[in-house]
């Protein structure tokens, strides 16, 4: 689990690389705004609401989407239980790029680049050049070069995402992943099991 005290830290690499971006062309407010706009899975009507933060370059998040996002998935919002909220929490400049990339596909595959991402994370946030496998990553889902030169020059969308963070901070949230469920905060993975024990008393109130 990523610490509190390490965010101060990145915080000054994440403000830097906004600074540099901002000598780049932005992307336009329409585009920026859809971009930004929540990324949600599940029914609309589910009667429980889950929100992760998660950094895209957190271990304990990859273990989380790669061990237990499926059951969690197939158990409660594939049957309409759950709403799944996906949150921007990036700890360093390597994970808001990832974040920046995932935001700029097309929002349907959103869910399915994430997943790509913490699944393969040990290869392209170590990797000598993370931008460049990025936006391999990005291609495959069909973000071509030139929207994603434009994507990563956004300082908008950059901005964007670290007011999000801000807000998470402010709001309570200290470590990745967190989930936040029915206003209540639980930071670190959790297995299938411990969600179910979370999850099946507030669906059977509702």
Request: hydrophobic share 40%; charged share 20%; glycine share 8%.
């Given at each position: 689990?990523?610490l509190?005290?390490?965010?101060?830290?990145?915080?000054?690499g994440?403000t830097?690389?906004?600074?540099?971006?901002?000598?780049?062309?932005?992307?336009?407010?329409?585009?920026?705004?859809t971009m930004?706009?929540?990324?949600?899975?599940?029914?609309?009507?589910?009667?429980?609401?889950v929100?992760?933060y998660?950094?895209?370059?957190?271990?304990?998040?990859?273990?989380?989407?790669?061990n237990t996002?499926?059951?969690?998935?197939?158990?409660?919002?594939?049957?309409?239980?759950?709403?799944?909220?996906?949150?921007?929490?990036?700890?360093?400049?390597?994970a808001?790029r990832?974040?920046?990339m995932?935001?700029?596909?097309?929002?349907?595959?959103?869910?399915g680049?994430?997943?790509?991402?913490?699944?393969s994370?040990?290869?392209?946030a170590r990797?000598?050049?993370?931008?460049a496998?990025?936006?391999?990553?990005?291609?495959?889902?069909?973000?071509?070069?030139?929207?994603?030169q434009?994507c990563?020059?956004?300082?908008?969308?950059?901005?964007?995402?670290?007011?999000g963070?801000?807000d998470?901070?402010?709001?309570?949230?200290?470590?990745?992943p967190?989930?936040?469920?029915?206003?209540?905060?639980?930071?670190?993975?959790?297995?299938?099991?411990?969600?179910?024990?979370?999850?099946?008393?507030?669906?059977?109130?509702n």
């Open positions: 689990m990523h509190y005290r390490r965010i101060g830290a990145a915080l000054v994440l830097a690389f906004v600074m540099l971006a901002g000598s780049a062309p932005a992307q336009d407010g329409g585009d920026t705004a930004l706009s929540e990324r949600v899975i599940g029914s609309p009507d589910a009667p429980v609401t929100i992760e998660f950094s895209l370059t957190c271990g304990h998040c990859a273990d989380f989407h790669n996002y499926d059951a969690v998935k197939e158990k409660y919002i594939d049957t309409g239980k759950v709403k799944f909220v996906y949150r921007d929490f990036p700890l360093d400049g390597v808001l990832a974040s920046m995932a935001r700029c596909v097309d929002e349907r595959r959103y869910p680049v994430i997943q790509i991402l913490f699944k994370q040990n290869n392209w990797a000598a050049d993370p931008v496998e990025i936006k391999k990553i990005g291609q495959l889902a069909g973000l071509g070069d030139e929207a994603f434009s990563m020059q956004s300082e908008a969308l950059a901005n964007g995402i670290l007011a963070r801000q998470a901070s402010t709001a309570g949230v200290q470590s990745t967190t989930f936040q469920i029915e206003g209540q905060l639980y930071p670190g993975s959790r297995s299938i099991e411990e969600f179910s024990e979370i999850l099946d008393p507030l669906i059977a109130k």
